[in-house]
């Protein structure tokens, strides 16, 4: 299983609208709609975003929102505020109860 | 409110073995979820290694399976993962989460990570 592929950085600023892409293959990304989304501030643990592609969890802010086209996931957070520089990560199912996890994209706010 | 703490030695020397345990509170281990380990190399991104379900039953990421072993002690409600024949490329910050009943195919319960090295 290859890592999903994600921007190395995306920027924006504050008030502005970034989105972040997430593509598999036809194996995890395409084939499923288990599509998933951590924010990750260093030293600290990974929080849930987004799961089952566009879903969010109690207490996520609706300014993040998923979406999917045919192998490319898609994050776009809205609004963007200060604290949401972080790196971004992407995971898919990917069949045969395994998981695969994007490369990352840090998100800076200029 | 489930809470996951990994603990282990921070130091692993080559060709040995990783052992990191990863303490459940706040919960049952022998709930309906799944518990993972994911790492994190420096400068990288995360890699799932592996899961356990309370019955004893795993997953194992397949560029791993040869090397990683995912136990379960319910009676100290914790998990634990074996790592063999360890080089350099296994450094990384080790995470244990959770997926289950309410978000069955996402990891919504992180600990914070331990960072594991492994050098002579």
């Known amino acids: 299983q290859s890592a999903l592929t994600q921007p190395r950085s995306v920027s924006g600023s504050p008030g502005q609208s970034v989105t972040i892409s997430c593509t598999g293959t036809s194996s995890d990304v395409g084939g499923y709609n288990y599509v998933s989304w951590y924010q990750h501030h260093p030293g600290k643990a990974p929080k849930l975003m987004i799961y089952?592609?566009?879903k969010r969890p109690s207490g996520v802010p609706d300014r993040f929102s998923g979406s999917k086209s045919g192998n490319t996931a898609s994050l776009t957070i809205s609004g963007l505020q200060a604290e949401d520089e972080a790196d971004y990560y992407c995971?898919?199912?990917?069949?045969?109860?395994?998981?695969?996890f994007g490369t990352g994209t840090k998100v800076t706010v200029l | 409110q489930v809470q996951l703490q990994e603990s282990g030695p921070g130091l692993v020397k080559p060709s040995g073995t990783l052992s990191l345990t990863c303490a459940v509170s706040?919960?049952?281990?022998?709930?309906?979820?799944?518990w993972s380990w994911v790492r994190q190399p420096p400068g990288k991104g995360l890699e799932w290694i592996g899961e356990?379900?309370?019955?004893?039953?795993?997953n194992y990421n397949p560029s791993l399976k040869s090397r990683v072993t995912i136990s379960v002690d319910k009676s100290r409600n914790q998990f634990s993962l074996k790592l063999t024949s360890v080089t350099a490329a296994d450094t990384a910050v080790y995470y244990c989460?959770?997926?289950?009943?309410?978000?069955?195919?996402?990891?919504?319960?992180w600990g914070q990570g331990t960072m594991v090295t492994v050098s002579s």
């Open positions: 995971c898919s199912y990917a069949g045969s109860y395994v998981y695969v």
């Open positions: 706040g919960g049952s281990i022998s709930s309906n979820n799944w």
């Open positions: 356990i379900y309370h019955s004893g039953s795993t």
């Open positions: 089952d592609v566009s």
């Open positions: 989460a959770k997926r289950g009943a309410n978000y069955v195919f996402a990891f919504d319960i």
